[in-house]
């Protein structure tokens, strides 16, 4: 089973789910926590303002936080939701063998109880999300959202039977928020051998966020601090301690080759003041002609998948409003034709011919309040369906109607070939007709060697009988 074609859900990336480290976080006092909070300022473009974003993780003590374990784990859960049924279902069925393949991990005991405590923990744990869940809908409010990542689970182990036999399938559910959020396409492809490869969780941790928010064709910069909470690194208040943290990671992502440019520290840390400090990475392979000048609070670094105003996304995003309201002159935001983009990344280039007209038609009767492109994520998926659909009926209807062309081509030839018979029929004399009769009488029903000995050479099974004959023989002559 290829294990590189991955894909991550992209509001699970920007912040932690659980703890860094493998053991459970606990409070001042030494006892055991039941919540973790994460948070950043963040300059927002689209609203122009510095909008503060928190993702809060409320787990029970039974169980503890997502580890590093945990988030190997919902990337194979991610993976195997794509292999299996591409994202058309929340529940995945697998082997436990397969997956703790897929993961590199060893295949006995001990990885068999992380998995089922991994499974606890991931179903257990509540997200709240505050101006930190992106629907790239153009929302400029605040919002708070909460949602769990698994629903359910069934987890089946073979009893008295060796690891790697395992014949039954177990099953995982994602929550129905998570799993809606994936169908709206909220999703980006992840090399999972290679983040499966790194050896250090905050590598792996890195590995996601850079991923998602390198470009090939400009240098990304975050404040230090932020990128710091971003990763769910504690000391933020500590640049010497972050930087320390960062060392091996980033050592280790440069020594992959396919993620980051090797940099030195000078390049890679940049100061601009007392405590204040960014980071700096370049994708491989990428050719960056000189450095972005950014202003002292941090900007969220866009997509790898920045389309250009000129693109396909932006025209889908213009055609959109043009059959909509009629807007002929609208310019798309950035959000709007990241959405669009990440519509043509699922649906194809074609989406605008093929698909848009549909979404257009399904929004006027299930959102005919809608005013913006943002609306549209509610309809691709059902449009796909309903545009298949109509190509089925298509398809089916042209059958039928070259079906149809060919009955009434092998009528006319059937009516055609029988006039001919029944003019070569008439030429022959009363001798040459009875000797047709006489031919007839030796392979016949009994109903038509009754009317022949009756003389009753009108019926039409006798004559019927008498032109098939006609036709053998002459089909001898050939």
């Not at 390198?214 to 500590?238: C, Q, V, Y």
């Not at 000797?435 to 009753?456: M, S």
Request: charged share 30%.
């Amino acid at each position: 089973m290829p294990s590189s074609m991955g894909r991550d859900e992209l509001n699970l990336v920007d912040f932690p789910i659980g703890s860094l480290t493998y053991q459970q976080p606990r409070g001042a006092d030494d006892r055991a926590i039941d919540e973790l909070v994460f948070s950043v300022d963040s300059f927002e473009e689209e609203v122009g303002m510095v909008v503060p974003k928190k993702v809060t993780t409320r787990t029970s003590s039974r169980y503890g936080f997502p580890t590093p374990k945990e988030e190997e784990l919902l990337v194979g859960l991610m993976l195997f939701c794509r292999l299996k049924n591409n994202f058309t279902s929340p529940r995945i069925h697998f082997r436990n063998s397969e997956l703790l393949k897929v993961m590199g991990w060893v295949d006995n005991g001990r990885s068999r109880r992380q998995l089922r405590q991994g499974l606890d923990r991931l179903s257990g744990v509540k997200l709240k999300y505050e101006n930190s869940w992106s629907t790239d809908d153009g929302q400029k409010y605040e919002k708070e959202f909460i949602t769990g990542i698994l629903d359910s689970y069934e987890l089946k182990t073979a009893v008295n039977q060796g690891v790697g036999t395992d014949r039954e399938f177990s099953w995982v559910q994602w929550s129905a928020e998570v799993f809606a959020d994936i169908q709206k396409g909220n999703v980006k492809e992840l090399n999972t051998a290679e983040f499966f490869s790194l050896k250090l969780p905050l590598s792996r941790r890195m590995y996601r966020f850079l991923d998602k928010h390198l470009s090939p064709d400009r240098m990304f910069e975050m404040k230090l601090k932020t990128f710091a909470a971003h990763l769910g690194i504690s000391e933020t208040h500590h640049i010497g301690k972050i930087r320390e943290r960062l060392k091996r990671p980033i050592d280790e992502l440069q020594q992959l080759g396919t993620l980051i440019s090797t940099a030195s520290d000078t390049d890679r840390f940049h100061r601009l003041g007392a405590g204040d400090w960014l980071i700096r990475f370049q994708r491989v392979g990428s050719a960056i002609t000189q450095q972005p000048q950014r202003p002292a609070v941090e900007r969220t670094a866009r997509s790898a998948a920045t389309p250009k105003k000129n693109s396909i996304a932006a025209r889908l995003v213009c055609a959109f409003y043009q059959q909509w309201s009629g807007n002929p002159s609208h310019t798309p935001s950035w959000s709007e034709t990241k959405q669009a983009q990440a519509v043509i990344d699922t649906y194809g280039d074609d989406v605008e011919e093929k698909l848009l007209p549909q979404v257009i038609r399904l929004m006027k009767s299930g959102f005919p309040t809608a005013t913006s492109f943002g609306a549209t994520k509610l309809f691709w998926h059902e449009a796909t369906k309903k545009q298949k659909t109509i190509q089925t009926q298509k398809a089916q209807k042209h059958v039928s109607r070259e079906s149809d062309a060919t009955e009434q081509a092998q009528r006319k030839e059937q009516q055609r070939r029988k006039d001919e018979l029944r003019t070569a029929w008439d030429k022959l004399n009363e001798q040459q007709q009875q000797d047709v009769r006489d031919a007839v009488l030796q392979n016949c029903d009994t109903f038509v060697r009754t009317r022949i000995q009756q003389r009753r050479f009108d019926d039409p099974l006798v004559q019927l009988a008498c032109l098939n004959e006609l036709e053998r023989r002459r089909s001898s002559q050939i």
